[in-house]
């Protein structure tokens, strides 16, 4: 009997979900971090949902939110022309760091002792969290706005996404760039993960797999609806999608076939990421709601209970008949 797959509603904002992160695995579990456009990021244990607190001080909407690997520390990045870092367990600000125009993308480097930032004037800075009141370094090269810039290739280079229809690949030394994609859209979203070798990039219909070395194209996956992100599963078995049908799309990697796909959300899914275990993935929606979905449906994690049928008891046995098991969140 097939499993029936039951999200976890993570409720709370009050406009649009617009970016989500994970934590690594901590001696605490692992956390997610959500930017909503009602300025106010929430921070929650990754594995139930759980809120645990809200990072207050921005005054516009918030683009992007990062934690750092162990999860001490988050950063945001705001319409306010601000990018702030926050004390992740004590839920203090840390810095405010002034920018020029709206902030669209934060990433921590590896040992959190920089943030990276990008957005709509075009620019990427590099801020040093040790010396913050020094200038940042400025990497200029986008001819219009940037919507993700990562820290790649163990912190040696950034990578860039941009409304310039490119993903440009610069060199931290050097701060030159060394190679551009270019695509016929602008693109939508970008996964790297700090110890992968798969850089998954979405644009239009389009899920492309890249080879993080040498950006050469892997294989690319048409969707059948506008995709806004796409998260590929630690093992590399399957990957999951999500964009603007409200559904979202699993896909075997090796074939290319699409799996299931499941609808929970009440608007276009902006945001998907697997969990550093790859148990479950989280979603965030222009309906103001993350949404937690299993892996593999029908096993015991976080708040889903696998409740098979003898462990119902006789007095229910009526039901094995008209209902398949349900799973307990």
């Known amino acids: 009997m097939a499993m029936r797959q039951t ?4 409720s709370g904002h009050t406009r649009p979900v617009v970016d989500l992160a994970f934590s690594g695995i901590t001696p605490y579990g692992y956390f997610l971090i959500s930017a909503c456009k009602d300025g106010k990021p929430m921070l929650r244990q990754g594995d139930t949902g759980d809120w645990i607190g809200t990072f207050l001080g921005h005054k516009g909407a918030v683009w992007g939110a990062t ?19 926050w004390d992740a367990v004590s839920g203090d600000e840390i810095l405010t760091l002034a920018h020029k125009h709206i902030v669209k993308t934060v990433n921590f480097t590896q040992d959190s002792s920089c943030l990276l930032t990008g957005g709509n004037d075009k620019l990427l800075r590099i801020y040093d969290l040790s010396n913050p009141e020094a200038a ?16 790649y290739n163990n912190d040696k280079q950034i990578l860039s996404a941009a409304e310039d229809k490119t993903i ?13 994609l270019t695509f016929d859209t602008s693109v939508s979203s970008m996964e790297y993960m700090t110890d992968g070798d798969i850089l998954v990039i979405t644009y239009g219909k389009t899920i492309a797999f890249y080879n993080a070395l040498s950006l050469d194209l892997i294989k690319s996956v048409e969707a059948p609806a506008p995709i806004n992100s796409a998260s590929l599963h630690p093992e590399k078995d399957f990957f999951v999608a999500g964009g603007d049908d409200f559904k979202l799309y699993k896909f075997d990697y090796s074939n ?4 299931e796909s499941y609808k929970g959300h009440f608007g276009p899914v902006h945001c998907v990421r697997f969990s550093p275990d790859g148990e479950l993935y989280a979603s965030g929606s222009e309906d103001g709601t993350l949404r937690l979905w299993q ?5 015991t994690y976080g708040l889903w209970k696998c409740v ?7 007095e229910n046995s009526e039901q094995l008949y008209t209902s ?5 969140a």
């Open 295 to 299: 892996t593999a449906v029908g096993k």
């Open 7 to 10: 999200p976890l509603t993570c």
């Open 324 to 328: 398949p098991p349900e799973i307990k």
């Open 67 to 85: 934690l750092n690997t162990d999860a001490t520390k988050a950063a945001t990045a705001a319409a306010d022309f601000t990018a702030k870092v």
């Open 308 to 314: 098979l049928p003898e462990d119902l008891g006789a």
């Open 136 to 151: 940042p370094q400025e990497i200029a090269g986008h001819t219009s706005a940037i919507k993700k810039a990562l820290w």
């Open 256 to 259: 290319k076939e699409e799996l």
């Open 168 to 180: 440009r690949l610069w060199d931290r030394s050097s701060m030159q760039e060394v190679k551009t």
